[in-house]
């Protein structure tokens, strides 16, 4: 089911938070100016911090399709826009050989029609939508090169992509589009300055006990306290990759299938697979470390 976009910055909160997405005011405001004005919103902060869920989120309070460019390296134009299906149309072209048909021009006509066009997301994002515009979400695009991104620069200022051998796509309607980065390299300034932009930090930890309330109805008061003030003091460690948001809830899912109510140097020895994704950051935070750290949290738990 279609919805209208947000009449105001209260709405938009309470659109992300039907969705479970536990948002502070400044996002809420870029996001609202966003949807009002038509301009891309560009995301950036580190991974595991909701950047993308973001995108999800306003698809699915909305009712739109979600369309989702997934950036790497070396990704061209041809894999983000469109492509041929050349297998289906050597097919075509052999089928006609052994039928007689002579017809040069009309083959090549049919070649290059819809018919063997393979839609790939930017395209998807310019077509006509039974459910009105879609998300477009280009996601990581500080994985991309400088080559990709003035193409984009080029497609999001007139919603627009040019196939040779069809001419010009113009979308009806303007995507609404929102750009993540995790900031592994600096994005060039003339794309930035075509969005709105807005840096999505790490939540303090009332905002992060919320999420977890929300994303989890069934951790303990005791649990859920326990696990955002662990994560919370685990941030302030020299890490080579600190636990994101993405962890904590995955942190606290994981306690819940161990049917675990408070956190003990054991458990949290047992699952620190779940926050920790490199073995040099687990060795330096295993055993004395996790007691001391756990005690912090206890005590200030404790105080408030």
């Known amino acids: 089911m279609t919805h209208a976009t947000p009449a105001s910055i ?14 502070g005011r ?4 870029v996001v609202f100016l966003a949807l009002k004005l038509g301009r891309p919103l560009f995301l950036e902060g580190e991974a595991g911090v909701g950047k993308t869920e973001v995108a999800k989120v306003i698809a699915a309070g909305l009712g739109r399709r979600l369309i989702r460019l997934q950036c790497y390296e070396g990704l ?5 826009v469109a492509d041929w299906n050349f297998a289906a149309q050597m097919i075509a072209i052999r089928t006609a050989e052994a039928t007689g048909e002579a017809d040069r021009s009309r083959l090549e006509s049919e070649l290059f029609s819809e018919r063997f066009l393979i839609e790939r997301p930017l395209l998807a994002a310019m077509r006509p939508q039974a459910d009105g515009p879609p998300v477009l979400l280009i996601d990581e695009l500080d994985r991309t090169d ?3 991104e003035a193409f984009l620069l080029e497609a999001l200022s007139d919603f627009q992509v040019t196939i040779p051998e ?3 796509i113009k979308a009806p309607e303007p995507p609404i589009v929102i750009l993540t980065s995790n ?4 994005v060039h300034d003339a794309l930035k300055r075509r969005c709105l932009y807005h840096w999505v930090d790490y939540p303090g930890f009332e905002r992060e006990l919320q999420i977890v309330k929300a994303r989890i109805p069934g951790v303990s008061v005791t649990l859920s306290a326990q696990v955002v003030g662990f994560i919370q003091r685990l941030r302030r460690e020299d890490l080579f990759k600190k636990p994101g948001v993405a962890e904590t809830i995955d942190w606290a899912r994981c306690l819940l299938a161990l049917d675990a109510i408070a956190l003990s140097p054991e458990v949290i020895g047992d699952t620190l697979g779940a ?3 490199y073995q040099d950051d687990i060795q330096k935070i ?5 007691r001391e750290m756990l005690d912090e949290v206890r005590a200030a738990l404790d105080m408030s």
């Open 166 to 168: 069809l001419g010009t």
């Open 26 to 29: 400044a996002l809420s405001t």
């Open 146 to 148: 400088e080559p990709f």
């Open 76 to 80: 061209d134009q041809a894999s983000a």
């Open 183 to 186: 900031r592994t390299r600096e």
């Open 275 to 277: 926050i920790l994704k």
């Open 10 to 23: 209260d709405a938009v909160e309470n659109l992300l938070a039907s969705q479970g997405y536990v948002a």
């Open 286 to 290: 295993a055993g004395a470390p996790v």
